[in-house]
């Protein structure tokens, strides 16, 4: 096409000069084609194996495992996720175009090194994360160039050598190098980390932590050092240190001093260690531990002068068998206590008095028959208690006074017969939520009590599932006037008219009746599997002539009278060799 003039269009003409000669010589649609031609896009394409926002600033690309980095990566990207591609050394071409990039994952595509510079061009990086590879060593060079950098995340490869390699990240807050193969530490690991915060070290192979990592200063706050196989607590990383995680080692006692060198911890885990004694006040001295986790570990009583700082303590999973009296001193502030899968066979009456702000007590699964009266009289905040699988044969009469409080209590998986008397539930006025799951011979028991019944009368959601219940008493709706959710599944009722009520209960009552379809019929046999919500009237016509005949010691069969088909009624006429059992089939017998 050629101007006025008979020129043609110059390069450097400016785009309105060109639209307005479009408008004397073009028709409208060679003007939009004209205008989509000089005005540049807005947005970048998206390479075909990836997913992009609107806007191309976040991409996420996923490979095969084979097939390489796609190679137009558009450069408005700011957000880059790849994975799964076969990317064995990382270099600057594979980045190449994406300066904007403040955010990059590289996972999952066999990365085994880095290039040195080939991260120098993303200037703007800021997290990074180059976990799930097969990385071994990283040098002075590997990071160059990211003096933004705030977040990098190794973990999960296999990382033997990293000395130096951080020296350039001054900006770096949080490292993660979570399940790699380091076996040594120095001070020259860490050099140049100055704003160090978080520090993630979990399952390498470092047996012994001697660093002290004082140069961080008082920025570290969180060091991860679970499952590298150390034998003690290490000395002195670092004093400002808030979090200190020690789990999954081979640490068997904790001596007075242990922990002098971290004054300012507020959580400690010791999870699945192999401790058997915590000497008396090793932890005393720590004025701002606030959660204390010792789960999985062989302790066979409470350890004595834990800090009265605590609000939760965690001693699951070890060798208690008796909670003696006063086995909490000095605790009142705790609220949390996790007691489960110990061998607690007997609890002391004063055992838990001292924690007067307790909020929530776990007991379950430990060796509990009784629970003696008043054992939770000084718990007047307590909330939620777990009393569940227990070999629980006796409730004293009076083994809930004093939990005023108390909104939810969960009595599951009780196999045995359970004494109790018609009142023992009385105190809890402000039980909202019961959990009886599985307790098939203490839930039968308490909905033939009418007695016990009425003092649950402002349970909110009740759970009666598994519990081998054949019906429900006509009268159970009025027990729990302020019922919000049923859990009532798994049981067998027998579904007669008897249940015909029940059926209604749950199709017009405003009650949520959890997974009401796995609330069906376990007999008579016509009804079996069938949801309870689903029954119609023929079905307990039904139901009543098969129960009948049961009853009279007659086979339990019913037919129905329904309209034949044309094929089978033929046959019913004459009889002829062509007719078949498949001419009769659903047309009236029903076992």
């Not at 479009?22 to 970048?44: D, E, G, R, W």
């Amino acid at each position: 096409m050629e101007t006025k003039k008979g020129l043609p269009f110059s390069a450097s003409m400016p785009p309105t000069r060109v639209v307005k000669v479009a408008l004397k010589q073009a028709n409208v649609f060679t003007l939009l084609i004209l205008i989509c031609s000089v005005v540049p896009s807005s947005s970048a394409e998206c390479p075909s194996a990836c997913f992009c926002d609107t806007e191309v600033q976040y991409v996420s690309c996923v490979g095969d495992s084979i097939g390489h980095v796609p190679r137009d990566l558009p450069r408005s990207s700011e957000r880059l996720e790849l994975r799964s591609f076969a990317v064995e050394a990382l270099s600057q071409a594979t980045l190449a175009g994406v300066a904007a990039l403040k955010e990059l994952k590289l996972q999952q595509s066999q990365t085994r090194a880095i290039e040195d510079g080939a991260l120098s061009g993303l200037a703007l990086l800021q997290r990074l994360d180059l976990s799930q590879n097969a990385l071994e060593n990283l040098t002075l060079g590997t990071f160059q160039g990211l003096q933004t950098l705030k977040y990098l995340d190794l973990s999960s490869n296999q990382l033997a050598h990293i000395d130096g390699a951080f020296s350039g990240l001054g900006s770096l807050e949080q490292l993660n190098l979570r399940n790699n193969l380091l076996l040594q530490l120095n001070t020259y690991t860490f050099a140049g980390l100055r704003r160090m915060q978080y520090l993630n070290l979990d399952s390498n192979l470092i047996s012994s932590l001697e660093l002290r990592l004082s140069f961080f200063g008082s920025r570290l706050q969180y060091i991860d050092a679970s499952h590298v196989g150390l034998g003690r607590v290490p000395p002195s990383l670092t004093r400002y240190v808030r979090d200190l995680r020690l789990g999954r080692n081979n640490i068997s006692r904790i001596a007075l001093g242990d922990l002098d060198s971290y004054p300012h911890l507020g959580l400690l885990v010791l999870d699945d260690n192999a401790i058997e004694d915590v000497e008396d006040d090793a932890l005393g001295r720590q004025e701002y531990l606030a959660r204390l986790r010792l789960n999985g570990n062989r302790l066979t009583r409470v350890p004595l002068n834990l800090p009265a700082t605590l609000v939760a303590l965690y001693i699951e999973e070890n060798l208690i068998s008796r909670l003696e009296p006063h086995s909490f001193p000095g605790l009142s502030n705790l609220e949390q206590l996790f007691l489960q899968r110990n061998m607690i066979e007997n609890i002391s009456e004063d055992a838990l008095s001292d924690l007067v702000k307790l909020k929530t007590l776990d007991l379950q699964a430990n060796l509990i028959q009784v629970l003696p009266n008043y054992v939770f009289s000084n718990l007047s905040e307590l909330q939620t208690l777990d009393i569940s699988q227990n070999p629980l044969r006796t409730l004293a009469p009076q083994c809930f006074q004093g939990l005023e409080a108390l909104q939810t209590l969960k009595i599951s998986r009780v196999a045995n017969r359970v004494e109790f008397e018609e009142y023992v539930f009385d105190p809890l006025k402000n039980l909202t939520k019961l959990e009886m799951y599985d307790s098939s011979k203490l839930v039968a028991d308490i909905i033939n009590s009418t007695r016990t019944l009425h003092g649950l009368r402002n349970v909110e959601e009740l759970n009666l599932m598994h519990n081998k219940l054949t019906r429900l008493r006509l009268d159970f709706p009025a027990f729990f006037p302020k019922m919000k959710v049923f859990k009532v599944g798994g049981n067998a009722f027998h579904c007669s008219s008897d249940v015909r009520w029940f059926s209604d209960w749950i199709k017009t009552s405003s009650i949520q009746f959890y997974s009401s379809y796995s609330i069906r019929c376990a007999s008579p046999v016509t009804l079996q599997f069938k949801p309870i919500m689903l029954l119609k009237e023929e079905d307990f016509n039904e139901a009543t002539a098969v129960t009948t005949l049961a009853s009279q010691g007659r086979p339990s069969v019913i037919v129905k009278r329904v309209p034949l088909s044309t094929e089978a009624a033929s046959c019913f006429k004459r009889p002829n060799d062509n007719c078949s059992f498949r001419a009769f089939s659903g047309n009236g017998i029903h076992s």
